[in-house]
């Protein structure tokens, strides 16, 4: 487990005493936070076996599957793709028959008031290389989202998130790789809302550390977008370690303290979050754990915008963080997380 620096630690008592007084006043606001939703794994699976093979080792979101979560208030799914299945080579067109896959689930999504987070599930490496490597440039990262940015350019109903958990290069490649894909998504004429995640595993609780290299908090404030239309995207879980591979999680105010800092990063430098992981056991502390940090984004609402649960779709089954239902019931979590959706019912 990383631990934060000493500024970290000075900036997360200042925040949580700030919020100590700001939540008081909060809890009376009953508007939900403008996108609720979901993960969908599958179609991020089995990168040992590209292209692989559709519905055997990975696997879009089913009609029903969108629909369950519809019915429970989500607005948004958080699509995640694989970068070598949408280009086959650096450079290469877009693959048509793999791009109708992920418009079909666009087009079921949007005929349930559903809006698709496209999220590039890749680590920031094609095959393994790097980008900003000799192997993978940020040219080419910028390519891949030019191409996409130009097919969805008129449906505002997709958001694009970047890149999922850059890690194992330099803050400042990260930070340079992203403008370059900002820039061009905006040149091919798309003003879609586009989220931007930090280096380090886009970890809100390392958002102040030097473990990855220069901080996100530092290098991630040089993010431009003409259209100002970015929102940062990060990721938390809550079990010892932070690393959402244990069931058991840390105490509720422990959990809450996690994405304090990144809060007040945010609000004091005028930029907008959405947590794009985070999930938990289903024990009555995790259970805990998950209403407190649901509430804290509610009510700090001037800075969150939403966030998308860790995970739904074909996937393990076991996994201890699935909300998928299990045999036509909800999963512990869900009575927890619909709490927040049913509100966005009422949006």
């Given at each position: 487990?990383?631990?934060?620096?000493?500024?970290?630690?000075?900036?997360?008592?200042?925040?949580?005493?700030?919020?100590?007084?700001?939540?008081?006043?909060?809890?009376?606001?009953?508007?939900?936070?403008?996108?609720?939703?979901?993960?969908?794994?599958?179609?991020?699976?089995?990168?040992?076996?590209?292209?692989?093979?559709?519905?055997?080792?990975?696997?879009?979101?089913d009609i029903a599957g969108i629909g369950y979560?519809?019915?429970?208030?989500?607005?948004?799914?958080?699509?995640?793709?694989?970068?070598?299945?949408?280009?086959?080579?650096?450079?290469?067109?877009?693959?048509?028959?793999?791009?109708?896959?992920?418009?079909?689930?666009?087009?079921?999504?949007?005929?349930?008031?559903?809006?698709?987070?496209?999220?590039?599930?890749?680590?920031?490496a094609f095959e393994g290389s790097r980008i900003?490597?000799?192997?993978?440039?940020?040219?080419?990262?910028?390519?891949?989202?030019?191409?996409?940015?130009?097919?969805?350019?008129?449906?505002?109903?997709?958001?694009?998130?970047?890149?999922?958990?850059?890690?194992?290069?330099?803050?400042?490649?990260?930070?340079?790789?992203?403008?370059?894909?900002?820039?061009?998504?905006?040149?091919?004429?798309?003003?879609?809302?586009?989220?931007?995640?930090?280096?380090?595993?886009?970890?809100?609780?390392?958002?102040?550390?030097?473990?990855?290299?220069?901080?996100?908090?530092?290098?991630?404030?040089?993010?431009?977008?003409?259209?100002?239309?970015?929102?940062?995207?990060?990721?938390?879980?809550?079990?010892?370690?932070?690393?959402?591979?244990?069931?058991?999680?840390?105490?509720?105010?422990?959990?809450?303290?996690?994405?304090?800092?990144?809060?007040?990063?945010?609000?004091?430098?005028?930029?907008?979050?959405?947590?794009?992981?985070?999930?938990?056991?289903?024990?009555?502390?995790?259970?805990?754990?998950?209403?407190?940090?649901?509430?804290?984004?509610?009510?700090?609402?001037?800075?969150?915008?939403?966030?998308?649960?860790?995970?739904?779709?074909?996937?393990?089954?076991?996994?201890?963080?699935?909300?998928?239902?299990?045999?036509?019931?909800?999963?512990?979590?869900?009575?927890?997380?619909?709490k927040f959706m049913a509100a966005g019912r009422?949006?």
């Amino acid at each position: 487990m990383v631990h934060h620096g000493k500024t970290a630690v000075m900036h997360a008592i200042v925040a949580l005493l700030t919020f100590c007084c700001h939540n008081a006043s909060a809890q009376q606001t009953i508007e939900p936070l403008p996108l609720i939703g979901v993960n969908f794994a599958g179609a991020s699976f089995g990168a040992e076996k590209l292209p692989g093979r559709i519905g055997w080792d990975y696997f879009y979101p089913d009609i029903a599957g969108i629909g369950y979560f519809a019915g429970k208030g989500a607005n948004v799914v958080r699509l995640c793709v694989l970068w070598e299945r949408l280009q086959t080579r650096l450079g290469s067109d877009l693959n048509e028959s793999e791009m109708k896959q992920i418009d079909a689930v666009i087009a079921e999504a949007h005929s349930k008031g559903i809006r698709v987070l496209l999220d590039i599930h890749n680590y920031a490496a094609f095959e393994g290389s790097r980008i900003g490597s000799d192997k993978v440039s940020v040219h080419d990262f910028a390519d891949l989202w030019r191409r996409i940015a130009a097919r969805y350019r008129d449906d505002h109903s997709v958001i694009f998130g970047l890149m999922n958990e850059p890690v194992k290069l330099a803050t400042e490649t990260w930070s340079d790789a992203a403008n370059a894909a900002i820039e061009a998504i905006r040149t091919a004429g798309a003003d879609n809302m586009i989220m931007v995640p930090g280096n380090g595993w886009s970890s809100a609780r390392d958002w102040f550390s030097s473990s990855y290299g220069s901080p996100n908090a530092a290098v991630m404030l040089r993010t431009r977008d003409p259209q100002n239309n970015f929102v940062y995207e990060v990721h938390q879980y809550f079990d010892p370690g932070a690393s959402g591979t244990h069931a058991n999680c840390i105490d509720a105010a422990s959990a809450t303290a996690t994405i304090a800092p990144f809060t007040e990063w945010a609000r004091q430098n005028g930029h907008k979050a959405f947590l794009g992981e985070f999930g938990a056991g289903a024990d009555s502390n995790c259970l805990e754990a998950l209403q407190r940090v649901l509430q804290f984004m509610q009510d700090n609402r001037d800075v969150w915008i939403g966030w998308t649960y860790w995970a739904a779709g074909p996937w393990a089954k076991d996994y201890f963080t699935n909300i998928e239902p299990d045999g036509g019931a909800d999963r512990p979590q869900m009575a927890v997380l619909e709490k927040f959706m049913a509100a966005g019912r009422r949006n």
